[in-house]
């Protein structure tokens, strides 16, 4: 794993780059083939971003 991110710049950068590839995650997902686990990754996706969110804050 790599070093904390400590750069605000670097973490928004970063953040916006997790979110950009959820949304990518959710354009690609087709609704009528959509199942259980499916919908449990986005869930982890979220969570992951959340804590990210969570753990950037706590830096400052």
Not at 22 to 49: G, K
Request: aromatic letters at 4%; proline letters at 3%; a negative charge.
């Amino acid at each position: 794993m790599g070093s904390p991110i400590q750069d605000k710049n670097m973490q928004v950068s970063y953040l916006k780059q997790r979110l950009n590839m959820f949304m990518d995650v959710l354009d690609a997902i087709d609704p009528e083939e959509t199942d259980i686990e499916d919908i449990d990754r986005l869930i982890a996706m979220i969570d992951d971003l959340e804590s990210k969110c969570r753990e950037f804050k706590n830096r400052d």
